[in-house]
C-alpha cells in the first residue's frame, strides 16, 4: 500500500512539473517572465517549518532550474529580477537536515549557476572581456564548489547586479533570526561573504536597513549581530543618505534597536562625519524628497534627528568628529530648538495651555541635545554656566527663547577662530536670505558675537549695514537684539566711530512702546556719548534730550506706571534711565548747543519737581539730583540753594515768578500730572495749581531782585 501512495505521489509531481514546464514553454519557447512568477510562488515555501513542504518547494525549483539550463532559446527580459533571491534561499537549504532537501538545493544551485552563465553571456555577448570570464568559469569549479559557501557566494556574488545583491543580503538577514528554520551559521557566512565581494554595488538600501531594524532584536548569536552590524557599517559608509533618511524613518522616538544601529554607524570616522552630516541636514530640514521621512508632516525629520544626536552624542568614539562639526551642529540644533519653540507655542495658544515645557516635550528633548553636544565637544563650562539658575529652562519658553538664545550665544564667544568666522560668515547668509524660521536665533548668535575682537575689518560695513536693518525691523524682539548688538560693539573703543552713524535709528527707539526696547536704546546711547569727543557729544546730547523728555512722565498704554506698585524696583528702572541720562547729559553740553539745550532744561523742571513726590524713593532721588543740576547748568543760583534744601514750593514759586511767560506751558505739563496714577504726585499737581495758580503772579517782595523770588 505505501508503494502504491509513494508511486503516485510521484506520478503527482511528475505531472506538476510538467504542467511547470507547460506555463513556462507555453510559447513554445521559455518566458523568463512567467518563470519568474512561478519561482516568487516557491520561494517562500522554502522557509516553511514544514519540512515536506520545502522539500516540494526545493524539488520543483531544482526541476526548473534543470529544465531551463538544457535550453539554448528563450525569451528574453531585461534583468531576471529573483536571481539574487533564488541563490540566497537554496543555499540556505544546502545546510539542512533532511538529505532530499539539501540534495535538490545542492543539485538546483548546479543547474541554477548553468543558466545564470546562458543568461548572462547572452547579456554581456557584446562585452567581450566579462563574456570571457564566463566561459572560464563554466569550465572550472564545477566540481568543489557546492560544498561550500563561501565558494558559492563568491561564485555567484561576482555575477550579481547591485538589485541582485540585495535581494541575497535581504535572504542572509532573514536567515539569521532566531525564529529561521535555517541555519544562523550558514547565513551569518552567506552575510560576510556577500560584503566581501570586490566591487560590491547594492540598490534599495533603505529596504535592508529596516529588514536590520525590525530583526536586530531577535538576533541572539553574538556572531551573527556583530556580521549584522557590520553590514550597517558599511552601508552607512557608503549610502549615508539613504541610510539616515530610513533609520529616522523607521523609529522616530529613537527606540533602544535604532540606539543600537546609531551607536554603530558612528564607531568609524569614516563613517562618523557622514552620518553627522546627514543629520545636520535633517535639522535643517533639508531632507531629501525621495525617503520616506519626506511624506510626513513639516518638523518630523528634525525631530527625529534630534533624538538620534542625542543618542550619538552620548558616545565618547566620536568626540574628535562632532569637534571637527560642531559649528555646523550647534547652528543647525539651535534653530531647530527655535523651530521646536516656536510651534509648540502655536499649539498651546490654540488649545489654550500653557507655556511650560513637559519632561519628554520635543523642544526640552532638543535642549537636552544642545547640552550633549556642548559637553561632548568638550565645553563643559559652557554648558555649566547654562545649567546655573535654570538658563537652559530660558530657551524652553517662548517668551524668553531669545534671551536664553543670548545667553548661550555669550557663552560660545570662547570659540576658537575658525568656529566663530565660520558660524559668523553663516549668520551673515542666513539675515540676507531673510529666513523666518531661522531669522530670530540667527540675529540673537550674530549680535553676540559682536564681542569677538577678532572679527575682520573687512566686515566693518556689512556689520553696520546689517545693523541698521536689524534696528528698522519690525519685530520687537530683533530691534531688541540690535541694540543688545550696538551695546557689544561699543564695549570696542576703535567701533565707536562706526557707529555714530546708526545714532538716528537709534533715537528712533526712543519712542518705542516696549519698555524694555527703550531701556536698551538709553543704554546704548549711554556708551556711544561716553565715547565721544567733546563736540560730538554736546550736539548728540541735544537731539537725546528732547527724546528724553517724554519718559520722565510715561503713562502711555503698556507704559511702567500702569504696572502695581509692588513691582516698583521694576517699574520705576525706565524712568529713573531716562532721568539720569538726562542729568548726564548736561555735563556734556558745550559752547553753542547751550541755548538749544537750555530750552530741554526749562522744558524738564515742572515733571522734575512734581516727580519728586514718587513714592519710590529711586525716582524721586534722582529727580532731586537732577533739578540740582539743572539748575546749576541754568546757573540760577538762588533754584539751586532751594533744590538742595529740598524746598519744593518755594522753587515752584521761583520758577513760576521768573518765567511768567512760560505760564501756559507750565500750566499744561501739571495738568498732565493730574492723570498719575499715584496719588501723591496727582496731589502735588493739584497744590501747585492751587498754591500759586499760573494766571496770578505776585509782585516781588521789596529788597529782592527778580531772580531771589
Known amino acids: 500500500?505505501?508503494?502504491?501512495?509513494?508511486?503516485?505521489?510521484?506520478?503527482?509531481?511528475?505531472?506538476?512539473?510538467?504542467?511547470?514546464?507547460?506555463?513556462?514553454?507555453?510559447?513554445?519557447?521559455?518566458?523568463?517572465?512567467?518563470?519568474?512568477?512561478?519561482?516568487?510562488?516557491?520561494?517562500?515555501?522554502?522557509?516553511?517549518?514544514?519540512?515536506?513542504?520545502?522539500?516540494?518547494?526545493?524539488?520543483?525549483?531544482?526541476?526548473?532550474?534543470?529544465?531551463?539550463?538544457?535550453?539554448?532559446?528563450?525569451?528574453?527580459?531585461?534583468?531576471?529580477?529573483?536571481?539574487?533571491?533564488?541563490?540566497?534561499?537554496?543555499?540556505?537549504?544546502?545546510?539542512?537536515?533532511?538529505?532530499?532537501?539539501?540534495?535538490?538545493?545542492?543539485?538546483?544551485?548546479?543547474?541554477?549557476?548553468?543558466?545564470?552563465?546562458?543568461?548572462?553571456?547572452?547579456?554581456?555577448?557584446?562585452?567581450?572581456?566579462?563574456?570571457?570570464?564566463?566561459?572560464?568559469?563554466?569550465?572550472?569549479?564545477?566540481?568543489?564548489?557546492?560544498t561550500n559557501i563561501s565558494n558559492i557566494t563568491s561564485l555567484f556574488g561576482k555575477y550579481f547586479n547591485p538589485s541582485e545583491s540585495m535581494d541575497f543580503l535581504l535572504v542572509a538577514i532573514d536567515g539569521v533570526r532566531d525564529s529561521s528554520v535555517h541555519d544562523a551559521v550558514t547565513a551569518r557566512n552567506m552575510l560576510h561573504m556577500i560584503l566581501e565581494v570586490p566591487g560590491l554595488g547594492l540598490v534599495r538600501v533603505s529596504e535592508a536597513v529596516r529588514s536590520i531594524h525590525n530583526h536586530l532584536d531577535s538576533i541572539s548569536e553574538p556572531l551573527a549581530r556583530q556580521e549584522l552590524l557590520r553590514a550597517l557599517l558599511l552601508l552607512g559608509s557608503q549610502f549615508s543618505e539613504e541610510v539616515v533618511g530610513t533609520l529616522l524613518?523607521?523609529?522616530?522616538?529613537?527606540?533602544?534597536?535604532?540606539?543600537?544601529?546609531?551607536?554603530?554607524?558612528?564607531?568609524?570616522?569614516?563613517?562618523?562625519?557622514?552620518?553627522?552630516?546627514?543629520?545636520?541636514?535633517?535639522?535643517?530640514?533639508?531632507?531629501?524628497?525621495?525617503?520616506?521621512?519626506?511624506?510626513?508632516?513639516?518638523?518630523?525629520?528634525?525631530?527625529?534627528?534630534?533624538?538620534?544626536?542625542?543618542?550619538?552624542?552620548?558616545?565618547?568614539?566620536?568626540?574628535?568628529?562632532?569637534?571637527?562639526?560642531?559649528?555646523?551642529?550647534?547652528?543647525?540644533?539651535?534653530?531647530?530648538?527655535?523651530?521646536?519653540?516656536?510651534?509648540?507655542?502655536?499649539?498651546?495658544?490654540?488649545?489654550?495651555?500653557?507655556?511650560?515645557?513637559?519632561?519628554?516635550?520635543?523642544?526640552?528633548?532638543?535642549?537636552?541635545?544642545?547640552?550633549?553636544?556642548?559637553?561632548?565637544?568638550?565645553?563643559?563650562?559652557?554648558?555649566?554656566?547654562?545649567?546655573?539658575?535654570?538658563?537652559?529652562?530660558?530657551?524652553?519658553?517662548?517668551?524668553?527663547?531669545?534671551?536664553?538664545?543670548?545667553?548661550?550665544?555669550?557663552?560660545?564667544?570662547?570659540?576658537?577662530?575658525?568656529?566663530?568666522?565660520?558660524?559668523?560668515?553663516?549668520?551673515?547668509?542666513?539675515?540676507?536670505?531673510?529666513?523666518?524660521?531661522?531669522?530670530?536665533?540667527?540675529?540673537?548668535?550674530?549680535?553676540?558675537?559682536?564681542?569677538?575682537p577678532d572679527l575682520g575689518s573687512e566686515l566693518e560695513d556689512a556689520i553696520m549695514e546689517e545693523m541698521s536693518r536689524l534696528l528698522s525691523d519690525p519685530k520687537t524682539v530683533v530691534r531688541w537684539l540690535a541694540l543688545k548688538g550696538l551695546l557689544n560693539l561699543a564695549l570696542r573703543q576703535e567701533k565707536v566711530g562706526k557707529l555714530q552713524h546708526l545714532l538716528p535709528d537709534v533715537l528712533e527707539r526712543l519712542q518705542e512702546v516696549d519698555r524694555d526696547l527703550i531701556r536698551k536704546a538709553i543704554a546704548v546711547l549711554k556708551h556711544l556719548l561716553a565715547s565721544m569727543d567733546r563736540q560730538s557729544a554736546s550736539h548728540v546730547a541735544v537731539q537725546v534730550a528732547a527724546q528724553l523728555l517724554p519718559l520722565f512722565h510715561d503713562v502711555r498704554p503698556g507704559s511702567s506706571q500702569e504696572i502695581p506698585s509692588n513691582c516698583g524696583h521694576v517699574t520705576s528702572k525706565l524712568q529713573v534711565l531716562s532721568i539720569t541720562l538726562f542729568k548726564d547729559l548736561l555735563e556734556l553740553v558745550r559752547g553753542p548747543n547751550r541755548r538749544q539745550m537750555k530750552e530741554h532744561v526749562l522744558q524738564s523742571l515742572v515733571p522734575l519737581l512734581l516727580l519728586v513726590h514718587d513714592e519710590r524713593p529711586n525716582v524721586s532721588q534722582v529727580c532731586w539730583d537732577t533739578l540740582s543740576s539743572a539748575a546749576q547748568f541754568l546757573r540760577w543760583h538762588q533754584l539751586s540753594g532751594l533744590i538742595q534744601h529740598k524746598e519744593t514750593w518755594r522753587s515752584c514759586d521761583c520758577l513760576v515768578i521768573h518765567y511768567k511767560e512760560r505760564a501756559d506751558d507750565f500750566l499744561g505739563q501739571t495738568m498732565a500730572f493730574l492723570q498719575n496714577p499715584q496719588t501723591p504726585v496727582r496731589e502735588a499737581a493739584i497744590r501747585f495749581l492751587e498754591h500759586r495758580p499760573l494766571h496770578w503772579i505776585p509782585q516781588p517782595i521789596q529788597g529782592e531782585s527778580r531772580r531771589k523770588c
Not at 16 to 25: G, I, N, P, S
Not at 275 to 302: C, D, F, K, M
Not at 321 to 329: G, H, M, N, R, S
Open 1 to 146: 500500500m505505501e508503494e502504491v501512495e509513494a508511486a503516485l505521489y510521484t506520478k503527482t509531481l511528475k505531472t506538476m512539473d510538467e504542467m511547470l514546464k507547460a506555463l513556462v514553454c507555453e510559447d513554445q519557447e521559455p518566458n523568463l517572465l512567467v518563470l519568474q512568477i512561478i519561482l516568487k510562488v516557491l520561494l517562500p515555501w522554502t522557509t516553511s517549518r514544514e519540512v515536506h513542504e520545502r522539500l516540494r518547494a526545493v524539488g520543483r525549483i531544482r526541476w526548473l532550474m534543470e529544465f531551463m539550463g538544457s535550453q539554448c532559446k528563450f525569451q528574453e527580459v531585461e534583468e531576471f529580477r529573483v536571481l539574487g533571491q533564488l541563490v540566497g534561499c537554496l543555499t540556505l537549504c544546502c545546510v539542512e537536515q533532511e538529505q532530499e532537501i539539501w540534495q535538490s538545493a545542492v543539485e538546483g544551485l548546479h543547474h541554477l549557476f548553468s543558466f545564470m552563465q546562458l543568461l548572462k553571456s547572452k547579456m554581456l555577448v557584446n562585452h567581450s572581456a566579462e563574456y570571457r570570464q564566463i566561459l572560464k568559469d563554466s569550465q572550472t569549479e564545477r566540481a568543489f564548489w557546492v
Open 249 to 452: 524613518g523607521c523609529s522616530l522616538s529613537c527606540d533602544s534597536v535604532a540606539a543600537e544601529m546609531w551607536k554603530i554607524l558612528t564607531s568609524q570616522p569614516k563613517s562618523t562625519e557622514k552620518i553627522l552630516r546627514e543629520l545636520v541636514s535633517r535639522l535643517q530640514g533639508q531632507a531629501p524628497r525621495r525617503h520616506q521621512l519626506s511624506q510626513r508632516p513639516a518638523g518630523v525629520a528634525s525631530l527625529a534627528a534630534t533624538r538620534a544626536l542625542y543618542v550619538i552624542l552620548q558616545e565618547q568614539a566620536c568626540r574628535q568628529e562632532v569637534k571637527e562639526l560642531f559649528p555646523q551642529l550647534y547652528v543647525a540644533l539651535l534653530f531647530h530648538i527655535t523651530h521646536t519653540v516656536q510651534h509648540t507655542a502655536s499649539q498651546e495658544r490654540e488649545h489654550n495651555q500653557e507655556d511650560t515645557a513637559a519632561p519628554l516635550s520635543p523642544v526640552r528633548f532638543a535642549v537636552k541635545a544642545m547640552e550633549a553636544l556642548l559637553l561632548c565637544a568638550g565645553y563643559k563650562e559652557q554648558a555649566t554656566f547654562m545649567m546655573k539658575h535654570g538658563r537652559w529652562d530660558l530657551l524652553m519658553s517662548s517668551d524668553t527663547h531669545h534671551k536664553g538664545v543670548c545667553l548661550l550665544a555669550r557663552a560660545m564667544v570662547s570659540l576658537n577662530v575658525e568656529e566663530r568666522n565660520w558660524i559668523f560668515h553663516h549668520l551673515m547668509a542666513i539675515l540676507n536670505d531673510r529666513d523666518d524660521r531661522r531669522y530670530v536665533p540667527a540675529v540673537a548668535l550674530f549680535i553676540q558675537l559682536l564681542k569677538c
